[in-house]
């Protein structure tokens, strides 16, 4: 069965400093990965995805997430964060087939001024 | 373009009853998905419907129902409501091709008491 691993429940960053959030997943084939953010009581967004090719994938609002198959981790990335990035943040695998997303646990990011 | 739209966007119900959730997809998508959010089980996929058959479904109990239309709006339901479904509700709507974007609406917030 997949899963999906986010270590970090909560994680403080200044602005402008850089932010890393860790997700870790178990899938039984080639995995179909993605990272979405949500705002408080909004629904999600998708930041960015990987299927193939580029190990190294950029996605939107700066963002981008590097594919490490021997790590099973798909960590995301920004270089300088903004207020407007805080939120939280939700790693997903999917299936081969279909829309059947599972989801990590979430990191909540808090951006101090 | 409008966006995904649930209705209602916050409902309270008592416990045995039932209830009856709405998400109109974006134009042209042919596949509505729904997940539970909720603090202690995070975001847990429920099933996805495209063109009108359930193509995938997650790990809930037969009280949880859905079907969609012939226009691609879908609709869930929860019969006999016990308090632990009290949460989110979020549709998710898209092409239809496996593991496109998604695009979430705002979602239900549904309180059992």
């Known amino acids: 069965a997949q899963s999906v691993t986010q270590p970090d429940i909560h994680i403080t960053v200044s602005e402008g400093a850089s932010l890393e959030l860790r997700c870790n997943y178990s899938?039984?084939?080639?995995?179909?990965l993605f990272w979405y953010v949500q705002s408080p009581g909004q629904g999600l967004q998708l930041l960015l995805k990987y299927f193939s090719g580029d190990t190294l994938v950029q996605g939107i609002k700066g963002f981008e997430a590097e594919f490490k198959r021997s790590q099973s981790s798909f960590n995301l990335r920004k270089p300088s964060v903004h207020w407007s990035d805080a939120a939280e943040y939700f790693c997903a695998v999917g299936k081969a087939a279909g829309n059947k997303l599972t989801f990590g646990g979430g990191t909540r990011v808090l951006v101090k001024p | 373009k409008a966006g995904v739209t649930q209705t209602p966007r916050y409902l309270i119900k008592t416990r045995g009853q039932q209830v009856t959730l709405s998400c109109s997809p974006i134009s042209g998508h042919r596949s509505v998905s729904w997940y539970q959010q909720t603090p202690g089980q995070g975001l847990q996929f429920l099933f996805e419907?495209?063109?009108?058959?359930?193509?995938n479904k997650g790990n809930f109990p037969g009280r949880f129902s859905g079907r969609q239309f012939s226009n691609s709006r879908s609709e869930m339901n929860v019969s006999t409501l016990e308090l632990g479904d009290s949460a989110l509700y979020l549709c998710?709507?898209?092409?239809?091709?496996?593991?496109?974007?998604?695009?979430f609406g705002s979602g239900t917030q549904l309180s059992v008491l």
């Open positions: 998710a709507s898209s092409s239809g091709w496996p593991n496109e974007k998604l695009f």
């Open positions: 899938y039984g084939a080639t995995p179909y």
């Open positions: 419907y495209f063109s009108e058959t359930q193509r």
